[in-house]
C-alpha cells in the first residue's frame, strides 16, 4: 500500500509546492509510482507539475465533490515522462476555492479524500498532498486521508511560531478522525548556511525534535525558483542544481525511512 504524506504549513511562502513537486520528482527518478494531489486552490503544484490549472476539465474539485473518480481525473503529464520523472498529477485550480463553501453541511465531507483514494492506493507507492496555507476542510481531507505530514520550514526567527497550531490539529486529527495519522516529520528548507541565524535555529531544530527533523536539508536555491516557470519540477528542471539533488536525496531519506522517525 502507499505511504500516503501532506505537505503542510499554515504559513504561505515557506516552500511547500516546491518541495511537494521535486519529492514527487525525486521519488519518480528513483522508481517509484507517485500520486501527487494538489489541494491548494492556487494551482501552483499543478503548473509546476506542467499540467494547465486553466484547461483541466476535471480536478480534485470533482473528485472531492462526488462528480468524478482520481482515476477519470488525474493525469500523467507528458512532459515529466519525458524528463524521466512522471508521476500522476490529481490537479486543482480556482474552482477549488468554492468547494469549501459547497461541502459545508455535507456528511463525511473531511474523509472524502480519504474515501476517493481507497480504490487506487495500491497504483502507488507514495501519494503526496499539497496543502494550502490554512487548517482549512481542505488540508483537513489531507490530513485524514494521510499517514504522515511533512513540514517544510525555514530556519528564521519565527519558525516555530505556528508549529503548535500545526501539531495540535494533527494530533486532533489522530485522536477524532484518523488513526493512522502517526509520523510528523520538519523538513528545513531555503537553508542559507552562510547565515548564522540559519544555523542557529537549525540546531535548535534538531535539539528539540530529534528526529522528526529530516537529515537531508534543502538549500536555498535560485534553480528550483525558476523552474515553475517551465511547468517542470527543479529535479527534472536543472538535475545538477544543488537544490535538485537535495530533493532526491530527500526522496532517498524518505524511501529508507518510511513512516518511521
Ligand atoms: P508555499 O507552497 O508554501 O506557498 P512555495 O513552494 O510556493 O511555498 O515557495 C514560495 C517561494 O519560494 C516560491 O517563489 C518558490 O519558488 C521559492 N522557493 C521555495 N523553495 C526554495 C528554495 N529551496 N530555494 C529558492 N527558492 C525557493
Ligand atoms: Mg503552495
Known sequence: ????????????????TTATVNLAAGLA????RVLLIDLDPQGNATMGSGVDKRAMTLSVYDVLLESATIAEAAVI???????????TVLGANRDLAGAEVELVGEPRRERRLKQALAPVEADYDFILI????SLSILT??????AQGVIVPMQCEY??????????????QVHANLNRDLRRIGLLRVMFDARITLQQQVSEQLKAHYGSKVFDTIIPRNVRLAEAPSYGLPGVAFDPAAKGSQAFVEFAGELLRRGLSA
Do not use: H, S
Request: aromatic share 8%; proline share 5%.
Open 130 to 133: 499539497d496543502c494550502p496555507p
Open 140 to 145: 483537513l481531507n489531507g490530513l485524514c486521508a
Open 1 to 16: 500500500m502507499a505511504y500516503i504524506f501532506c505537505i503542510a504549513n499554515q504559513k504561505g511562502g515557506v516552500g511547500k
Open 29 to 32: 527518478k528513483i522508481g517509484q
Open 158 to 171: 519565527f519558525a516555530l511560531e505556528g508549529l503548535a497550531d500545526l501539531t495540535n490539529t494533527i494530533r
Open 77 to 87: 503529464p507528458k512532459r515529466l515522462q519525458e524528463a524521466g520523472v512522471g508521476y
